[in-house]
T-cell receptor, first 114, second 116 residues
Framework: DQQVKQNSPSLSVQEGRISILNCDYT??????FLWYKKYPAEGPTFLIS?????DKNEDGRFTVFLNKSAKHLSLHIVPSQPGDSAVYFC?????????????FGKGTKLSVIP | NAGVTQTPKFRVLKTGQSMTLLCAQD?????MYWYRQDPGMGLRLIHY???????AKGEVPDGYNVSRLKKQNFLLGLESAAPSQTSVYFC???????????????FGPGTRLLVL
């Protein structure tokens, strides 16, 4: 059973427009969420995160929104740039003693068209 | 500061052969992880370590063994490789957890393994 779902395998956006990547989760125990960005032939790099005590976290062009009641989070990139073209992974974890694992979604490939 | 490095970058094995993937980190992180990524799949945790000398199973541990003899190194072993183990393997590390610590995992560049 997939606990973190990214239902859109790919997304194409024009440069300068907003990119919205979505992520749904089923485990109500998840209380910390992260987004990772991955370029081809490289490892994932951390992008932005949000704790379940917040509903929004912003870092420059990147904003993550969390809707706990809907078990849904989204990553907004404004404005989108060609260098943002990559695969984006949503990940989640349960905070607490003995909990070290991240559960990843399958990823969404974002293509920003110049 | 090299971060997380992985050796080798690419390897081809025949079914039944063995090999060891090496992960090294220079950030003094307590926690280290091995993931595999397959086409159309997210990263799946194979094994992890919460400190030198300790290891634990993740989501997909079968067919793999690990060792953490030194804090900075985490080795992933395949004793008898199978075609199903063809994948890209990523190592990661993170700081110690403390309370509601905000754990960020730092990833290496990956090792591409092809088992024929």
């Amino acid at each position: 059973d997939q606990q973190v779902k990214q239902n859109s395998p790919s997304l194409s956006v024009q440069e300068g427009r907003i990119s919205i990547l979505n992520c749904d989760y089923t485990n109500s125990m998840f209380d910390y969420f992260l987004w990772y960005k991955k370029y081809p032939a490289e490892g994932p790099t951390f992008l932005i995160s949000i704790s379940s005590i917040k509903d929004k976290n912003e870092d420059g062009r990147f904003t993550v929104f969390l809707n706990k009641s809907a078990k849904h989070l989204s990553l907004h990139i404004v404005p989108s740039q060609p260098g943002d073209s990559a695969v984006y992974f949503c990940a989640a974890r349960v905070t607490g003693a003995g909990s070290y694992q991240l559960t990843f979604g399958k990823g969404t490939k974002l293509s920003v068209i110049p | 500061n090299a971060g997380v490095t992985q050796t080798p970058k690419f390897r081809v094995l025949k079914t039944g052969q063995s090999m060891t993937l090496l992960c090294a980190q220079d950030m003094n992180h307590e926690y280290m992880y091995w993931y595999r990524q397959d086409p159309g799949m997210g990263l799946r945790l194979i094994h992890y370590s919460v400190g030198e000398g300790t290891t634990a199973k993740g989501e997909v541990p079968d067919g793999y063994n690990v060792s953490r003899l030194k804090k900075q190194n985490f080795l992933l072993g395949l004793e008898s490789a199978a075609p199903s183990q063809t994948s890209v393997y990523f190592c990661a590390s993170s700081y110690s957890l403390s309370g509601r610590g905000q754990e960020t995992q730092y990833f290496g560049p990956g090792t591409r393994l092809l088992v024929l």
